[in-house]
């Protein structure tokens, strides 16, 4: 499924405002840890709220936050990461070895607002929208389910992170409610002009 | 005369954002690539003596462009327009010949201080 609410001139677009986006998330990141990210190519496609349940659910233990922003713009964010992961960027920084439960969360919530912060920043900065974010929480996955999601179809974008040698891998999704793909599509006609 | 440039880069928008950087008295011929194999091309067949060139693209990527040109010791002047500003790819493509690194999303202003630097204007 691609994203079909959007020309390929649309999609070509948001891909590279998120390549840019993606971009200055690696680097505070790499910053951070004095090591370099590695960064995917940005996927955008159109999703169902079934098939986005479905992204979420992996088999390696992982960790999942959220977010939410409205204005604008309204839709969510997601940052998924492995536990391995994590510990090993906790080491980096510093972090008791082993993490107790409240330093693992502390850290999730705080390298979400890292990479997925700044993935949403650049993008709205660069599509001149303005929106609010609620603070990230975490989530369980195995309560994961569609109908806790208030939606049925969406725009969902798609980066990933990884740092091969600490086994570190986060994904993050951007998931743009229907009532937004007209603005964003007015927006991206405007770098497009 | 005047001189042959080529902007890879694998997105439309990007191509066209640099194509519109460039100083308005400049006097180029611009020619463009899709992705890493076409810019080599380009460069084979004298169309960038300056190349503008991304990082992250399909087929051969902007690592692997600079790699080939530096072991065919091709003479384009390169510069290396990203979105993955992080220090490492800097001083990365900077060991591989490339003349300087310029971060997306691309200030003009900074383009033609750049261009001027390398006395290209």
């Given at each position: 499924m691609k994203g079909q609410f959007l020309s390929d001139e649309q999609q070509d677009a948001l891909q590279e405002v998120l390549?840019?986006?993606?971009?200055?998330?690696?680097?505070?990141?790499?910053?951070?840890?004095?090591?370099?990210?590695?960064?995917?190519?940005?996927?955008?496609?159109?999703?169902?709220?079934?098939?986005?349940?479905?992204?979420?659910?992996?088999?390696?233990?992982?960790?999942?936050?959220?977010?939410?922003?409205?204005?604008?713009?309204?839709?969510?964010?997601?940052?998924?990461?492995t536990e391995q992961g994590n510990e090993a960027?906790?080491?980096?920084?510093?972090?008791?070895?082993p993490m107790v439960e409240q330093d693992k969360q502390e850290l999730q919530l705080e390298l979400t607002n890292i990479l997925a912060g700044a993935c949403l920043h650049g993008l709205?900065?660069?599509?001149?929208?303005?929106?609010?974010?609620?603070?990230?929480?975490?989530?369980?996955?195995?309560?994961?389910?569609?109908?806790?999601?208030n939606w049925q179809q969406a725009l969902l974008m798609e980066v990933q992170f990884q740092?091969?040698?600490?086994?570190?891998?986060?994904?993050?999704l951007i998931c743009l409610k229907q009532e937004s793909l007209w603005p964003l599509t007015q927006h991206l006609n405007l770098l497009l002009l | 005369m005047p001189i042959p440039i080529t902007i890879a880069d694998d997105s439309a928008l990007s191509r066209k954002t640099i194509r519109r950087a460039l100083p308005?008295?400049?006097?180029?011929?611009?020619?463009?690539?899709?992705?890493?194999?076409?810019?080599?091309?380009a460069v084979k067949h004298g169309l960038a003596?300056?190349?503008?060139?991304?990082?992250?693209?399909?087929e051969m990527d902007g690592y692997q462009v600079l790699t080939y040109l530096k072991q065919h010791h091709e003479k384009a002047v390169v510069i290396v327009i990203s979105a993955d500003?992080?220090?490492?790819?800097?001083?990365?493509?900077?060991?591989?010949?490339?003349?300087?690194?310029?971060?997306?999303?691309?200030?003009?202003?900074?383009?033609?201080?750049?261009?001027?630097?390398?006395?290209?204007?």
């Amino acid at each position: 499924m691609k994203g079909q609410f959007l020309s390929d001139e649309q999609q070509d677009a948001l891909q590279e405002v998120l390549n840019i986006s993606m971009g200055q998330a690696a680097d505070a990141l790499a910053r951070l840890i004095q090591t370099q990210v590695q960064l995917s190519i940005p996927a955008v496609i159109q999703s169902s709220s079934d098939h986005f349940i479905g992204l979420l659910l992996q088999p390696a233990p992982h960790q999942i936050a959220q977010q939410s922003f409205l204005g604008e713009l309204n839709g969510e964010m997601i940052a998924l990461m492995t536990e391995q992961g994590n510990e090993a960027i906790a080491r980096l920084m510093h972090y008791d070895s082993p993490m107790v439960e409240q330093d693992k969360q502390e850290l999730q919530l705080e390298l979400t607002n890292i990479l997925a912060g700044a993935c949403l920043h650049g993008l709205i900065s660069q599509l001149n929208f303005k929106i609010q974010l609620a603070a990230p929480v975490l989530l369980n996955p195995a309560s994961l389910h569609a109908s806790r999601l208030n939606w049925q179809q969406a725009l969902l974008m798609e980066v990933q992170f990884q740092i091969p040698e600490f086994n570190f891998y986060a994904r993050i999704l951007i998931c743009l409610k229907q009532e937004s793909l007209w603005p964003l599509t007015q927006h991206l006609n405007l770098l497009l002009l | 005369m005047p001189i042959p440039i080529t902007i890879a880069d694998d997105s439309a928008l990007s191509r066209k954002t640099i194509r519109r950087a460039l100083p308005p008295q400049w006097d180029v011929s611009i020619c463009e690539a899709s992705n890493g194999k076409e810019a080599i091309t380009a460069v084979k067949h004298g169309l960038a003596e300056v190349l503008f060139l991304d990082l992250q693209m399909p087929e051969m990527d902007g690592y692997q462009v600079l790699t080939y040109l530096k072991q065919h010791h091709e003479k384009a002047v390169v510069i290396v327009i990203s979105a993955d500003i992080q220090t490492q790819a800097q001083a990365m493509v900077s060991a591989l010949g490339a003349f300087r690194f310029l971060k997306k999303p691309l200030d003009p202003a900074l383009l033609a201080q750049t261009l001027k630097e390398l006395g290209l204007i």
